[in-house]
């Protein structure tokens, strides 16, 4: 397949991602299988520098992701003049180590929600490493698959009561004593409920941050940082489909689709990542190499049956 375009959010392959390692592999495969250079039966709309274009596509892949918009909060007094981190999310555990390390004088960070930590495992993957994965695959795959099924256990676990989930509990716990030795903090960040009944976030300089000098759990301050994270449950892009039907307000009620990717009304449109399919526990590449060969079988299907649509049936 080679008569297709790619649109950008901004100037380089990946889109809002900024993690130089997954970037530099994004620019590796784009140059590798020349995305960069691509065509034109959607109507998609751009706009960029005021100047908006149409353009029109047999079928259209809506790879937006659900966490590019940030989701802002408008209705509470005085928002615009706060001056702190305000929230404890996903943002903000990456935000607030790096803002500490900027030396400010004071960084107050604002809760609501107590999460459960889990430590980041991360290391640099060492140059031997890469030479033997590269010239024994069979290495490689083996752990691939390994953390694959050692995720999928973990949410298995959660369902059906196994000892591995008390374990993992016991874990964090553990973790959290060890990292946090003030009493009044520690009881400040302990969640209230079993371990992975909300989504478990994952760093190893959280902990070490809230004790700083210069980090206080709560008051009036200079510069407000809004770590709540994104408008996840919207999709990103106005799409309509047969007789103007608005996908948003399709998914008004209940957010669904076949396989994750497709809707009934809009034929030839496929969404990555869309309801159900984002997952908390595992890679998310899984999901989009799973969702990316069932929408390239579906196109094989199509082209090779000289079909002008495929779409789905209403209640599948």
Known sequence: MDNYILIERHGHAGGTCRQPEIVQYLEHCADKYGVRRRKKLWQVTTKSN?????????????????????????????????EAVVGTGASAIQVVPEIQQMNVSQLLVFQRTLLWIVPRVDRTI????????????????????????????????????????FINQALVISNLER???????????????????????????????????????????????????????????????????????????????????TEPNFPNLFVLL????????????IMLEAQLKYITEALLYTFENSLGSIEIKDGS
């Open 274 to 285: 869309g309801p159900k399919s984002r997952l908390g526990h595992s890679s998310v590449t």
């Open 179 to 261: 990292e946090i030795k003030d009493v009044e903090l520690r009881r400040k960040v302990t969640a209230t409920w079993d371990f992975e009944c909300k989504r478990a976030l994952i760093s190893s300089d959280w902990y070490p941050t809230l004790q700083k000098p210069n980090v206080h759990l709560t008051h009036p301050v200079d510069i407000i940082v809004r770590a709540t994270g994104f408008e996840a449950q919207q999709f990103a892009l106005p799409i309509y489909g047969i007789d103007g039907c608005a996908l948003a307000e399709q998914w008004s009620d209940t957010m669904k689709a076949y396989r994750a990717m």
């Open 126 to 165: 060492t140059q031997w490493e890469k030479n033997l994965l590269a010239r024994f695959p069979i290495v490689k795959k083996f752990i691939r698959r390994s953390l694959y099924w050692s995720r999928e256990a973990l949410v298995l676990s959660f369902v059906y009561r196994w000892s591995l989930r």
């Open 50 to 82: 005021d100047e908006e274009k149409q353009i029109f596509t047999r079928v259209a892949v809506a790879a937006t992701r659900p966490l590019s918009s940030a989701a802002y909060p408008k209705d509470i007094p005085g928002i615009d003049t706060c």
